[in-house]
């Protein structure tokens, strides 16, 4: 389990209902390995604790969060309630999340949810990028779908990769940041696939779109702009370094594309994950009320601060309390007292587990940044603070995520 905070990431996935939520959150722990095949349950060691009705329905993710490695990092894929009528629970969502993937259908773009999720995306200043699905279907447009963004999101979507068409078939993607074409091998579902030159046809509206690109990223910080300006072009570090500090600053939107049905552009996704959005230590110090002071105080996601954990949803699970908590600073420990500083009552966490697409991890510790699940608590309930004993506070309902731009 990762204890560097730079690489975590807490993430969520929204869209619009059928745009392909399901489908991409499943090829994404497809490719991450935690599955080995799609619609099959992964055959765990004896550590492993399973959730038999999870086993039953397949892949399909029941878990309020999951987490998944990818290149050294550790993403927890936190779960967003579909339906719009949930608000508060979408805000409750929001507020433990640092960044959202959006996920729009090609055919019909920005569509009634997208809007209604975005917004409230939006008002918690949480960073956003957009991935175009649905590219394969007839009727698809990535043009349209990145207007509309526009028009009816007022978002400044930026893309990182264009679609490649030949007539109405869709062949793959063009990375914009590496200037590499990316053609997915059907026979292999996708599992395959190779960086390859541009082929000629497409270079010219790649080189377009790359320069819009390049334009974008430069004007998010003053060196990379200087650079720019002198040398018209920037290199792949410069570039995700640009955007990321856009992204963070809820400034632009880094656009991808793809079809997750036919595991065209899943990939790139994940690593998008890394390369812009924040992780828990881009965001602010979170602020709370020390309960015993009445003064405001704030915690830093450092392991060393006082523990301060935020409940975000409780379930029953085969009989037993299974409460969902996101760490923000210190350390929560199984087999040890917290403090509810919500209720001001001093409860054990008898055992403490990561929680992947189809089992679950007994882990001794949670480091800030960290989402896990917590067994044994009797009275925690869905918006309550766990602090220790010692440096109670009452972290406030809503934060405002206003992420401090702070990339090495
Ligand atoms: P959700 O409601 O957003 O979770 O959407 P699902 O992932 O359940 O997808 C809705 C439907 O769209 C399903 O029938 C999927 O198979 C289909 N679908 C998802 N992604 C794609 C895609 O990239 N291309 C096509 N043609 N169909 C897709």
């Known amino acids: 389990m990762a204890q560097n905070v730079a690489k975590i990431r807490n993430i969520g996935i929204t869209a619009h ?22 619609g099959e349950v992964d055959e765990g060691s004896a550590t492993m604790d399973y959730m038999p009705q999870e086993q ?16 050294g990092y550790e993403i927890h894929l ?13 805000e409750r969502s929001l507020r433990v999340l640092d960044g959202v993937v959006a996920v729009l259908c090609a055919v019909g773009g920005v569509q009634p949810q997208t809007e209604t999720v975005w917004h409230q995306a939006e008002r918690y200043k949480v960073p956003r990028i957009v991935f175009v699905n649905k590219l394969d279907r007839i009727g698809a447009d990535f043009n349209r779908a990145i207007s509309m963004m526009r028009e009816r999101l007022g978002a400044n979507p930026v893309p990182v990769q264009i679609p490649m068409f030949r007539g109405d078939e869709f062949l793959g993607v063009i990375d914009l ?18 960086f390859d030159d541009i082929p000629d046809e497409f270079l010219e509206e790649a080189l377009a779109a790359r320069k819009t690109m390049l334009e974008s990223a430069a004007e998010m910080d003053e060196e990379l702009l200087e ?18 500090i856009g992204t963070l600053s809820n400034r632009l939107v880094p656009t991808l594309c793809g079809s997750a049905l036919k595991n065209q552009g899943v990939q790139p996704v994940i690593d998008a994950v890394i390369d812009f959005l924040p992780s828990p230590a881009d965001v602010p110090p979170v602020s709370g009320v020390n309960p015993t002071t009445g003064e405001v105080e704030f915690r830093a996601p450092k392991a ?9 949803k409780v379930m029953m699970d085969q009989g037993r309390k299974a409460t969902y908590v996101r760490v923000y600073s210190g350390e929560l420990e199984a087999e040890k007292e917290v403090y509810n500083a919500t209720r001001g009552s001093k409860e054990r966490v008898a055992r403490l587990f990561l929680t992947h697409a189809n089992k679950r991890e007994k882990i001794t510790a949670a480091f ?39 990339i090495a």
Request: some cysteine; aromatic content about 8%; glycine content about 6%.
């Open 17 to 38: 209902i059928d745009a392909g939520k399901t489908t991409l959150s499943e090829r994404i722990l497809y490719y991450t390995k935690k599955i080995h095949k799609i």
């Open 56 to 71: 039953e329905r397949g892949i399909t993710i029941t878990s309020a969060a999951t987490m998944f490695l990818w290149k």
């Open 78 to 90: 936190i779960d967003t309630p579909g339906h719009v009528d949930f608000t508060i629970e979408v």
């Open 177 to 194: 940041i590496r200037m590499k074409s990316i053609v997915w091998d059907q026979s292999t579902l996708g599992d395959e696939f190779s």
């Open 227 to 244: 650079h720019y300006l002198e040398n018209e072009d920037l290199d792949e570090k410069q570039i995700i370094r640009g955007l990321r």
């Open 304 to 312: 060393k601060e006082p523990l301060c954990a935020f409940v975000f």
């Open 368 to 406: 800030p940044g960290t989402i896990v699940l917590a067994v044994g608590l009797k009275d925690a309930r869905t918006g309550d603070t766990l602090t220790s004993p010692s440096a109670p506070l009452v972290l406030e309902s809503l934060d405002m995520h206003i992420p401090v731009i702070s």
